[in-house]
C-alpha cells in the first residue's frame, strides 16, 4: 500500500523560510515524476514544482527564484525548500507522484500540509 506522509509545513513570517518534506512508503516500481502542488482557500490546485526522474526541474513562475525543488530516490522523498515566503504564498501544499508499472502509470497524493504567511 502507497503511502506518501508530508511534513514541514507551519506558521512564517513573511521574508521567511520553511522546508516541505514527503515521504513516499510502499513503492514497489519506478518513480519516473514528483510534484508540489498547493491550494488556496477558494482557488483551484495549482502545480508549483515538479523534478523528473532525471533530476529536471520545472517551476510556476510565481515561485522562481524563491522555492527549490529536490528529491532524495534512495528514500523515495521530495523536498521544497521555500524562501522569501510571501503572503500570497499560503495555502495547503499537497506533493504528488507518478509511479511507473508494467501495464501503466498511476498517481498518488500526499494528505496536504498548511503553509501559512503572516505576520
Known amino acids: 500500500q502507497v503511502q506518501l506522509v508530508e511534513s514541514g509545513g507551519g506558521l512564517v513570517q513573511p521574508g521567511g523560510s520553511l522546508r516541505l518534506s514527503c515521504a513516499a512508503s510502499?513503492?514497489?516500481?519506478?518513480?519516473?515524476?514528483m510534484d508540489w502542488y498547493r491550494q488556496a482557500p477558494g482557488k483551484q490546485r495549482e502545480l508549483v514544482a515538479t523534478i523528473t526522474s532525471g533530476a529536471r526541474t520545472n517551476y510556476a513562475d510565481s515561485v522562481k527564484g524563491r522555492f527549490t525543488i529536490s528529491r532524495d530516490n534512495a528514500k523515495n522523498t521530495v523536498y521544497l525548500q521555500m524562501n522569501s515566503l510571501k503572503p500570497e504564498d499560503t495555502a495547503v501544499y499537497y506533493c504528488n507522484i507518478g509511479v511507473r508499472y508494467v501495464l501503466g502509470s498511476t498517481e498518488y497524493w500526499g494528505q496536504g500540509t498548511q503553509v501559512t504567511v503572516s505576520s
Open positions: 510502499g513503492i514497489s516500481s519506478s518513480i519516473f515524476h
